[in-house]
């Protein structure tokens, strides 16, 4: 297909110093939790953005000393030749496909001090920790001042030796030194480096100046946040100063508004696409220099009206990258309606705010194993027998995702078969749930393909018995009958049945509300969450909305939850207390009553009663096992039906968020060829390994890898999958 000529200015390449822009789209710097320590799979998830179209790929967070660490996150460092070493292989990735390599570096101020055990590195003032408050910061001498100024020019040279392109100097969020020396609220100095403006911008005056000296052939981007969001730095006021005196020393300016998670990267459930327009609006004027800015983008509509304008020179994006990382190529070739848009959930976010954790995706469940698994998000293993036939039941998250990928790979004979009338599973209502509309567009896309894809026929309105599935002439089975959510009360706290919950016409649980729209009015209701995730805070706003009396009782003492991984908790606790809702924070549900419920406090087991007129229980999931353990009790009938793979996926195995059911289905999908696709295969592990050299390191690529290796089995990009001349499965093939 053609590009659509509305988007041709996405493509217009762009001089900025002394490179150049092949288009208008920037993969802006954000954290993965892979860093310098993990730097295959950091160089492979930086090069597949690359190859999908961007222009320019950045790095996350690169720490330019080494004693300003933090335990939440694995970042990049570039203070010696090994962070030289690991970071010329993503440059490299990066440059192979014809985009421009970015490092961002930043000087962590008043870092914790946990890991080298040493104190904490000064900040602009005394000041706690930014993130641990058990750790303290000393203010900056003049010597540190000068110091600092020297790890940004070593770890500026360092990039230039490691082949990057551009270097982004970071000017963002509280860690940064040259944003807390800006901030009045933080910056309480009495010499040259506080109280005026033109004192609090000094240090950056002097780095800028000091970085440009220092390389020879780099763009210098100013990364910088315009607004803080908090009423300290105003687009208005000091943004707009800011840009206006840094400006000759930049050849891009990378803009963000407010901190990180929230509200900078918004989620959907209270930021729309391009929340960020009007700030830019207020500084472009500042800018002689060419800008990016970040609005969780994803219609190249709005993409090149802000280009078009003036708003923005470059579309920038991290989420909308994760999601889709070959969004740029998709609409060069007129393929929209491929794009796997980003749906904001910030699962990405939460994730790199776990130790030990690394980026995942709602959407795209091959982020992160580029590298390790060596997964392309476009490109499949066709498998040997294509002719396979193969039974999906189930098409929720999980279910979908599977049917998807095999279809992709190429197999040409599968059917996904649901009882529901339409597909999606779970998902069939979560974007129902006050603020989540966007959550379905992982339906939306998923439909979308198999609506193109040949070899995979979805069948509805039929639940399948044992029986049937022994007599539908399937070769393989997949099961994936999701989960629901357990009536009787068992949680995390209580290992039994909440007693007066079983059987209880006044209990429900979020599928009875969501799946038959139930609605309540007038009434006292309790809602009971131990799931801590996005659940019971949303089934507690529909129905408060709804005009009734709601108590939420939180089995956390802080009742953001998951949620304040994912940066929606500032917003959701206040849009319940908005409603009228009471919250009962760090208490157990311990008995449904007639008329009411009795809580206990879990810190000081003093027991409450509250007066309910309804409860609703969002305490676990339990898996939807029936069909599958009816088979797996009856091998012989497996073998009698030819059945030679009969597995179990997502919930069906065990519940879990939405984007490990969809990672499930999906490497079930990738590795269905093996003996036994329900034992995951092997993956690259990066370690080191004592005595050996790179290939030890390596572990060897996996059997399904991709990436530089040759292949026995062809491979298949997703627009070629499918065939109209296909084998369909003999039996109960209708409905």
Known sequence: MARDPRHDVLFEPLRIGPRTLRNRFYVTPHATNFGTDFPGAEAYYRGMRAEGGWAAVSTGACLVNIDADNPRWNLHHLVDDGDENNLRLLASKVQEHGALAGVELIYYAAGTGLRTRLPARPGVSQVRSYGISECSAPAMTKADIRQIQRQYVDAARRAERAGFDLINVHLREAGSVAYQLLDPYLNTRTDEYGGSFANRVRFAVELFDMVRDAVDDCAIVGGFCIDSADGRIEAAEDGYRFIETIDSYVDL????????????AGPSRSHRQGWQVPYYETVRPAATKPIVGVGRFTDPDVMADLVRTGVLDVIGAARPSISDPFLPAKVDEGRLEDIRECIGCNMCASRVEIPGAFIACTQNATVGEEYRRGWHPEVFTR?????????????????????????????????????????????????????????????????????????????????????????????????????????????????????????????????????????????????????????????????????????????????????RLTGEAQYQIRRLLDLGVKIVPNSILREVLDGGVELEDRTTGRIDRLGADAVVMVTQRVPDTSLHDALAADPAGLERAGITKLLRIGDCLVPRPIADAAFDGHRVAREFDSPDPGTPQTFIRERRVVGFGDGAFDGGLPPTATRGVRTTLPLVRAQDAGSTDRRHIKKGQEQ
């Open 253 to 264: 300016w990378d803009l963000q508004v407010g901190r990180w998670i929230y509200p900078d």
């Open 383 to 563: 498998p040997a027998d294509t002719e396979a036939p193969v039974l999906v039941i189930g098409a929720g998250p999980a279910g979908l995702e599977c049917a998807v990928t095999l279809g992709r790979r190429g197999f040409e004979n599968v059917h996904l078969v649901d009882a529901g009338d339409s597909l999606g599973g779970i998902m069939r209502w979560i974007p129902r749930l006050p603020g989540l509309q966007e959550w379905s567009r992982f339906l939306d896309y998923r439909v979308s393909q198999l609506d193109r894809l040949k070899g995979v026929e979805v069948i509805l309105n039929r639940k399948l018995t044992a029986d049937d599935v022994l007599d539908y002439g399937a070769a393989s089975v997949v099961v994936a009958t999701g989960a629901a959510w357990d009536p009787t009360g068992v949680n995390t706290y209580v290992h039994r049945p909440v007693p007066g919950a079983a059987g209880n016409d006044a209990v429900y649980t979020p599928d009875q509300i969501m799946r038959d729209d139930l609605r309540f009015s007038g009434l006292r209701v309790v809602v009971f969450d131990a799931d801590r995730y996005f659940m019971g805070q949303s089934i507690a706003e529909r129905i408060a909305a709804d005009g009734n009396e709601v108590v939420f009782v939180s089995s956390e003492a802080d009742v953001q939850g998951y949620l």
